[in-house]
Structures are given as structure tokens and as C-alpha cells.
């Protein structure tokens, strides 16, 4: 993986292209270390050493514990902005339980299906911000439009 191409859901072993709510959420966590300032090599291998350690699921991540959680980051070379990010990963999983009972699918769906309003909720999540929410409707929007 170089600085010159960009990271993608493939590079990380992320199927997009049924659109299954597993992958879906692997690649908004994913996203969410991409929207951070930290390169965006150091952002994948994170994502690699969250998906070893089995944290990339809503479920996990809303029952995660913080200090382990901030470990992980660590491992994969996200030092800056461990503490915060453990947080809003954790809260992410939360979020997802409480507003989408655990589903990507349904906030698709509550969201219209208009990628306005996706990008919208997307950005509900804490720390998913305009640049994660771009990120991740680069490689969403294509399948989702092509599901309609």
C-alpha cells in the first residue's frame, strides 16, 4: 500500500459489493480512522489489527473495553489520537445498536435511500465527519444505487 494510491474496501479484505451489514459497518469503522489526520497507511493497518482482534462489529465495539481497545490502536501505529478515537469507536457500536438496531440496511432505508440524507446520518456518528463520510460514500454509493 503506497501514499499514492488511495486505500480502499478491497485493500482490506471488505466485500462491498453485496452490501451485507457486516461489511458495511467494517467499512464505516474503517472510514472513521481514514477522516482522522493520520496517514492513511497507518489508518488500514489499524483497521487490519481492529478486524484481528475482532472489533469490528457493532455489537464488540459498543461492549469493548476502553483501555483494550485503546491497545489495539496502538498496535497499529494510531498513537495520537487513541484515547479520543477508542471513545467514538465505542460509540459508534453503541449508536448503531440504539438508532439502527445493529444495521447498516436500516439506516439505509430510514435515510430514504437519497445519498444526501445517508451522508447525513452518517455523520451522526461520533467522529464520522465530512472527510470519513465522503470516504465512505466513495465506495458505498455505487452498490447501494445499484441495489435500488
Do not use: N
Amino acid at each position: 500500500m503506497t501514499s499514492k494510491a488511495r486505500i480502499g474496501a478491497t485493500d482490506l479484505g471488505i466485500d462491498l459489493s453485496e452490501g451485507s451489514d457486516p461489511a458495511v459497518f467494517k467499512w464505516l469503522i474503517a472510514c472513521q480512522l481514514f477522516g482522522e489526520r493520520i496517514s492513511q497507511e497507518i489508518a488500514a493497518k489499524t483497521f487490519t489489527e481492529l478486524d484481528k482482534a475482532s472489533l469490528t462489529t457493532p455489537m464488540k465495539l459498543a461492549h469493548a473495553d476502553w483501555q483494550a481497545l485503546v491497545v489495539v490502536l496502538g498496535r497499529g501505529g494510531y498513537r495520537r489520537y487513541d484515547e479520543s478515537t477508542a471513545r467514538e469507536l465505542i460509540s459508534i457500536g453503541k449508536y448503531i445498536l440504539d438508532s439502527y438496531d445493529g444495521s447498516m440496511s436500516k439506516l439505509r432505508e430510514e435515510a430514504g435511500g437519497t445519498r444526501k440524507e445517508i451522508t447525513s446520518r452518517i455523520q451522526e456518528f461520533k467522529g464520522v465527519g465530512p472527510t470519513a463520510a465522503k470516504i465512505f460514500m466513495r465506495e458505498m454509493w455505487p452498490v447501494w444505487a445499484a441495489t435500488d
